[in-house]
Structures are given as structure tokens and as C-alpha cells.
């Protein structure tokens, strides 16, 4: 049966993962937040690697779906857990990068991205591309977990001077992304013909029927975005009074306070180029 998907290395992605890691072991102390990089690249390799990302890319929608969910769910934000507050404030430091991180922590930003990225890797074109190519395979992988990354920042509430949402705001936007990340799912429950001509062998590999494997890829994104997410939105929301923090209230870490201070100045300098006389 596997004769039709043969095993194959996946340097690169091996590659990538191992280069993270030394980065990380190189700039990371704590060792309770080297086990959470090391758990994140886990489960990438699980769901990257030959067998399941093979048939995640050219035979599966439903694997492909598991393999987003894993990468969007567990990776991405084990991933911004993993980094220290150091950390953090040394790579939003450049004013480029701050810029943009602030802009990504505002929650409708963050959610309008996340659908229009997670919609068009799993449109036909992209999932016919990826089948096709492992170097399009790649970016796309990159492209997810890039909206996971996305998804997370504004619930997470880590980035230094950005926007950090009250607990109740934050199981708001955690329960809301739920449904909206899902919005693909129905057109594959109630599509009555395959709409992805790339991906093949699903009856020699898994037993099922391409229309099958397509309906049962929209009820488990649905059910594997809904469990998970609104479980952590509840416990986020629930959990605030029991930490000493009010469901309402936005906290305010030095980090945060840092960071204003220097965008001020930063503010004072470009004023003071564009009056100064030529």
C-alpha cells in the first residue's frame, strides 16, 4: 500500500528545525521554555515529515487539515511561549519590526489575516501547487505556521508594547478565530464533488473516497478548532480571578512601559529631522 507514497528524507525541514533549536538553546536559558521549543518542533517534524506530511501534501485533505491544525494550534504558539520577555524585547526592538508587531496584536487585524492567509492555503490553486512542488510545499507550511504565529499574538498577550487584551477580551478573540479559521469547512461538508484534482490515491492509501475525504476534512477542522480553542478561552476567562487579575483588566508590564518610552523618542528624533534646516 505505502508503495504508492515511498519514503523520503526531508532535509530541509530537518535542517530548519535543527538550526531553531540551536538558536534557541543559544539565547534561552530557562529550561522549562527549551522543552516547550523542543515539544514545538516535535510535533512540526510529526506532522512534516514522511509518512504524514507526504499525505498531507498530495494525497489527504484530511490529513492536510490535521497537519494545519497541529501547526496552528500546538506549534505556533508553543513557539511564542518558548521565548522570554528578553528575548522578545530584543527582537521587536528594531523600530520596523516593532511597527508591525503592534499592528498584528490588534485583534481585527490579526483575525482578517488569519482568514485571508488560512483561506488561501487551502484554496484549490495552493493545495494543487504544493502537490505538485516541495519547494511550494515548504512555503505553504511556512505560510501556516506564519497565521498560526499571527493567530496567537494578540491571545497570548506577550508582545512587549503591543496591545495586551483583558482576560475576557482575550477569550473573545479566542472563540471568535474558532469560527472564522473554520470557514472552509462547510464547503467541503456539503460539496458534492472533489475540489482538489491534485491530491489522489486516497482509496489505495486510506480507503475513502475523495468526496469522503474532503467531507470528513470539514468536520474535523471544525471540531478540531472548536474543542481546543473554546476550551481555552473558557479557562483564560474563568481562570482570571483565580491569578489576581480582573476578567476587564488590560495589564501593564515594564516591558510595555519601555517600549512607549522609546517609540517617544523615537518620535522626538524624526520631529527634530524634519524641522531641522537643510
Not at 194 to 211: E, F, I, K, W
Request: aromatic share 8%; charged share 15%.
Amino acid at each position: 500500500m505505502l508503495s504508492r507514497l515511498p519514503f523520503h528524507f526531508h532535509l530541509l525541514e530537518m535542517g530548519i528545525v535543527a538550526l531553531v533549536l540551536w538558536l534557541h538553546h543559544t539565547v534561552v536559558s530557562d529550561r522549562r521554555r527549551r522543552h516547550l521549543l523542543w515539544w514545538s518542533m516535535a510535533a512540526l517534524l510529526a506532522v512534516t515529515l514522511w509518512p504524514l506530511g507526504d499525505l498531507a501534501a498530495r494525497v489527504s485533505l484530511t490529513v492536510a487539515t490535521v497537519q494545519r491544525l497541529v501547526i496552528m494550534l500546538a506549534v505556533a504558539p508553543l513557539m511564542l511561549q518558548s521565548m522570554s520577555t528578553d528575548v522578545l524585547v530584543r527582537l521587536t526592538r528594531p523600530a520596523f519590526v516593532d511597527a508591525v508587531v503592534r499592528r498584528l496584536a490588534h485583534p481585527g487585524v490579526a483575525i482578517v489575516l488569519v482568514t485571508v492567509l488560512g483561506t488561501t492555503t487551502l484554496s484549490t490553486p495552493v493545495v494543487d501547487w504544493g502537490a505538485g512542488s516541495p519547494w511550494a510545499r515548504d512555503l505553504i507550511l511556512l505560510t501556516v505556521l506564519i497565521t498560526g504565529l499571527v493567530l496567537w499574538v494578540p491571545a497570548l498577550a506577550i508582545m512587549p508594547g503591543a496591545v495586551r487584551l483583558s482576560p475576557a477580551a482575550r477569550a473573545g478573540y479566542i472563540f471568535g478565530s474558532a469560527i472564522v479559521v473554520t470557514s472552509l469547512s462547510f464547503i467541503w461538508i456539503f460539496s458534492m464533488h472533489s475540489l482538489y484534482p491534485a491530491l489522489h490515491n486516497q482509496y489505495a492509501l486510506l480507503h475513502m473516497t475523495p468526496v469522503f475525504d474532503q467531507q470528513l476534512a470539514g468536520f474535523v477542522a471544525k471540531l478540531g478548532c472548536y474543542i481546543p480553542m473554546w476550551a481555552i478561552a473558557f479557562t483564560i476567562f474563568f481562570r482570571a480571578d483565580d491569578s489576581g487579575v480582573s476578567v476587564e483588566e488590560s495589564p501593564l508590564h515594564w516591558a510595555d512601559v519601555e517600549r512607549k518610552l522609546l517609540r517617544l523618542e523615537r518620535q522626538r528624533a524624526r520631529a527634530l529631522r524634519r524641522h531641522r534646516p537643510q
